[in-house]
């Protein structure tokens, strides 16, 4: 079964300093593309950064960045110099590339809350 | 600049009414998708499109019914309002080629059923 695991129901990072948010996902897929997104109290989903499972190279974007360990079948979002408005919802999902449905498969969340 | 627009935002339904859930997308995107969103999971695909007169059932399609006439709109019906279905609902476009970066989500219609 293709699922996506975030085992960090909440997490609080300080002002400025890096957070690291954890996802292990399953499938036997050997094409895929892996999503974040981060949904403020707006409620908005905002697509963040983007991994394919043939890249080679960790995917960054601005503070955000990817560890990407395909053996272990983790993708983790690492958020530098964490600001206020970084305090959201942070959700990650899987795309099966070989499935015609084009669907997302989400995890259950990781809500993060920054301190000043 | 619209993008995907969802309405209405909000929404209070009593058990048994049927609605419609509009989404517009300006964006020629082929691929639409309806998502909710409940406390304490990730979204779940309920109907999906992969182009105009094309429609498939997702993860969770029962008492939900799509339709897509045009390429512009993907609207999402409900047949007759359960408790069950209290939730946030997403509709979501992206080109079909490469969704690598192209899932784009309307802001979200917040429905309570009573």
């Known amino acids: 079964a293709q699922k996506i695991t975030q085992t960090q129901p909440g997490m609080f990072v300080q002002e400025k300093e890096a957070v690291t948010l954890d996802c292990t996902y399953d499938t036997s897929d050997q094409s895929y593309g892996l999503f974040w997104y981060k949904q403020p109290s707006s409620g908005e989903m905002i697509f963040l950064i983007y991994q394919g499972s043939y890249d080679e190279q960790n995917a960054t974007e601005g503070r955000y960045s990817l560890n990407f360990q395909k053996a272990r079948k983790s993708t983790n979002l690492v958020i530098s110099a964490s600001q206020l408005g970084d305090s959201a919802m942070y959700f990650c999902?899987?795309?099966?590339?070989?499935?015609?449905?084009?669907?997302?498969?989400f995890g259950s969340g990781t809500r993060l809350l920054v301190r000043p | 600049n619209a993008g995907v627009t969802q309405t209405p935002k909000f929404q209070v339904l009593k058990t048994g009414q049927s609605m419609t859930l509009q989404c517009a997308q300006d964006?020629?995107?082929?691929?639409m998708s309806w998502y909710r969103q409940d406390p304490g999971m990730g979204l779940r695909l309920i109907h999906y499109s992969v182009g105009a007169g094309i429609t498939d059932q997702g993860e969770v399609p029962n008492g939900y019914n799509v339709s897509r006439s045009t390429t512009e709109d993907f609207p999402l019906r409900l047949l007759s309002a359960a408790p069950s279905q209290t939730s946030v609902y997403f509709c979501a476009s992206s080109t079909q080629g490469e969704a690598n970066y192209g899932y784009t989500f309307g802001s979200g219609t917040r429905l309570t059923v009573v």
């Open positions: 999902a899987m795309r099966p590339k070989m499935d015609s449905s084009y669907k997302l498969i």
């Open positions: 964006m020629n995107h082929e691929y």
